[in-house]
């Protein structure tokens, strides 16, 4: 079915996968091919109820049309609720501005949430308005389609201005709290970097990831000895600068419009305090 008129192809997929779509009574793979005759039900999927208060909070918006918005998030903000993290986060705040015009396909915790960023990661994030453009956007990722270059201050200097890291990412299985490179239960990830300025000690790097893992750049640079400035879990903790976690910042984002079809990039400027830092890097 057409984007304008009714659901994507994927959102009928995932429907069939989930035993929400029925043929002849029973429950098919997304493969199956339907014959002549064939009775298709699809079940009516209620949108879930959220338990999230709404909140009046600033947002930076690169850009915003009637099926998704572009957010620069701000340092120490939480994309989703969580326990300890029930107000204050990203979702609160977009579910202000949005009022009802939110994708739900991702359960009651994050609507409108169709990737994520760390906490202390500031930086561009996608959210979107229904659940068509969730899916479209989701399947772009899940293909790595989208186009997603950071950058970020790490600790030391690379001999090569360029590489490219490759290695699964999986939960480190002695501590929970952080992932690894792990080649036994990890998913695979790739990541590709560029030095864009050398400091006494530390560089400014930009990163092209391949794959969206859990801590992806944080990981794969302290892989290298080379962990990302401030970061608390790899390594990269200074006391010398006061960063509050790790400077990284999600620059540019790039994709397919689900409904134009064209490709759109929106690039998030460098927050103050990362700007700042370069300033005092160059002054090392």
């Known amino acids: 079915a057409g984007f304008d008129d009714s659901h994507t192809r994927s959102f009928y997929q995932l429907l069939i996968k989930n035993g929400d779509c029925l043929v002849n009574g029973k429950t098919v793979k997304p493969s199956y091919k339907v014959k002549a005759g064939d009775e298709v039900f699809i079940k009516e999927i209620p949108l879930k109820e959220v338990d999230i208060e709404p909140e009046d909070i600033l947002l930076d918006i690169l850009y915003e049309d009637s099926d998704l918005l572009i957010v620069n998030k701000p340092k120490d903000m939480v994309v989703h609720p969580a326990p300890g993290h029930e107000k204050g986060t990203l979702v609160n705040a977009v579910m202000y501005h949005c009022k009802n015009d939110l994708s739900g396909i991702n359960g009651e915790l994050r609507p409108g949430i169709v990737h994520r960023i760390d906490k202390d990661t500031t930086g561009s994030l996608i959210i979107c308005k229904n659940d068509e453009t969730h899916v479209a956007i989701a399947e772009q990722i899940k293909e790595h389609s989208v186009n997603r270059i950071y ?81 608390p879990l790899y390594g990269g903790e200074s006391k010398k600068f006061k960063t509050e976690g790790q400077v990284l910042h999600a620059r540019i984002i790039g994709f397919i419009h689900p409904r134009s079809k064209e490709y759109i990039e929106v690039e998030a400027p460098l927050p103050a305090y990362f700007t700042h830092l370069l300033e005092v890097m160059r002054g090392l």
């Open 151 to 231: 950058e970020g201050i790490i600790v030391g200097n690379p001999k090569d201005d360029t590489g490219v890291i490759n290695g699964p990412i999986g939960r480190n299985e002695k501590d929970r709290k952080k992932m690894a490179i792990n080649h036994k239960n990890g998913k695979d990830a790739c990541t590709h970097y560029e030095i864009i300025e050398r400091y006494k000690g530390y560089a400014y790097a930009r990163f092209k990831l391949e794959t969206g893992r859990t801590h992806q750049i944080r990981v794969h640079m302290a892989s290298i000895g080379h962990p990302i400035l401030g970061d």
